[in-house]
Nanobody, 123 residues
Framework: QVTLVESGGGLVQAGGSLRLSCAASGSILRVNAMGWYRQAPGKQRELVAAITSGGSTNYADSVKGRFTISRDNAKNTVYLQMNSLKPEDTAVYYC?????????????????WGQGTQVTVSS
């Protein structure tokens, strides 16, 4: 069983900052890529930022230069520092992790999701 627990969401004024955290725990042999997605009301879930176990990152064009993704491999934790927030950043933010787990006697790569954390940016 693998669990992703997110924290750090909330209400902030436009131009403000928030930092999201997501810790993976459970029967994990290795955490591979980790990322943050978001879903606004009436819209599809979209990738915000992702980071490999080696530290390579990629970002949605809409957040480049404002958001920074990082991770602490020792803690199986990923962070999203969000600066210069805009009302259009308002969404539920979900943590995602690709983990190597032992399924019976087989190593498998499985994808897990957090429960989501609300980020609301007021104008």
């Amino acid at each position: 069983q693998v669990t992703l627990v997110e924290s750090g969401g909330g209400l902030v004024q436009a131009g403000g900052s928030l930092r999201l955290s997501c810790a993976a725990s459970g029967s994990i042999l290795r955490v591979n890529a980790m990322g943050w997605y978001r879903q606004a009301p009436g819209k599809q879930r979209e990738l915000v930022a992702a980071i490999t176990s080696g530290g390579s990152t990629n970002y949605a064009d809409s957040v480049k230069g404002r958001f920074t993704i990082s991770r602490d491999n020792a803690k199986n934790t990923v962070y999203l520092q969000m600066n210069s927030l805009k009302p259009e950043d308002t969404a539920v933010y979900y943590c995602n992790a690709d983990c190597t787990v032992l399924a019976g006697s087989t190593l498998r790569s499985k994808e897990y999701w957090g429960q989501g954390t609300q980020v609301t940016v007021s104008s």
